[in-house]
């Protein structure tokens, strides 16, 4: 993949397949992000909590932690993958183009599959503008092994029936109410800001 340019950010739209109500969220970050810095960005504004495996699939090429890349190598040949360590978004966005489109995995076990779409800049992101930001979205993450997209319509269809016999267990489960259109913007924003002053 080409060398890494200039400084720039870079607008994805991020899509949950297979589920309903469609789960998507806008998203501007810099162009020098790796993918590792890109997976800990979409765990966060997804609401995923990272327990499990993921990788990104672009173009015919794979990209995943060094771990994970060990791990699939062992079963077969890992001669596809690349570090997701060594790999930028601004790598990504010239290989792939405008509107161009690459994979996001989570939890091989439950398959959650994202389909990332780069996307033109907002007219409202000025150049100096703190990245990354999340411009919009709407609804809630999938809890953490429901089970993937079959799991997760069943566990809405059960929680959105008082009378299911096993409506009681999942509520206890989920730990209490669960809105499957919940999403707020400015709790994303601000809570990774206060999140990241931590890390640093």
């Not at 059960?158 to 913007?185: E, T």
Request: hydrophobic residues 40%.
């Amino acid at each position: 993949m080409p060398a890494t340019p200039l400084p720039q950010p870079v607008a994805l739209r991020i899509e949950l397949q297979d589920v309903a109500p469609l789960v998507w969220r806008r998203v501007v970050v810099s162009n020098q992000w790796t993918l590792a810095s890109l997976h800990r960005y979409l765990q966060w504004v997804m609401g995923w909590t990272d327990t499990h495996v993921h990788e990104f699939q672009v173009g015919e090429g794979m990209v995943a932690p060094d771990w994970w890349i060990k791990e699939v190598g062992k079963d077969s040949d890992a001669g596809e993958y690349r570090d997701e360590r060594r790999v930028s978004v601004a790598a990504v966005a010239t290989l792939l183009g405008m509107r161009g489109e690459f994979e996001y995995r989570y939890d091989m076990g439950d398959d959650w599959r994202h389909r990332i779409v780069i996307e033109s800049l907002p007219a409202s992101v000025i150049d100096d503008a703190p990245l990354p930001i999340c411009m919009a979205g709407e609804n809630a993450c999938p809890p953490e092994d429901v089970g993937g997209p079959h799991g997760y319509a069943s566990f809405l269809k059960i929680i959105g029936n008082r009378r299911h016999k096993q409506h009681v267990d999942m509520v206890r489960w989920i730990g209490g109410v669960f809105d499957p259109k919940g999403f707020d913007l400015n709790r994303i924003n601000r809570d990774w800001k206060g999140a990241k002053a931590r890390r640093s």
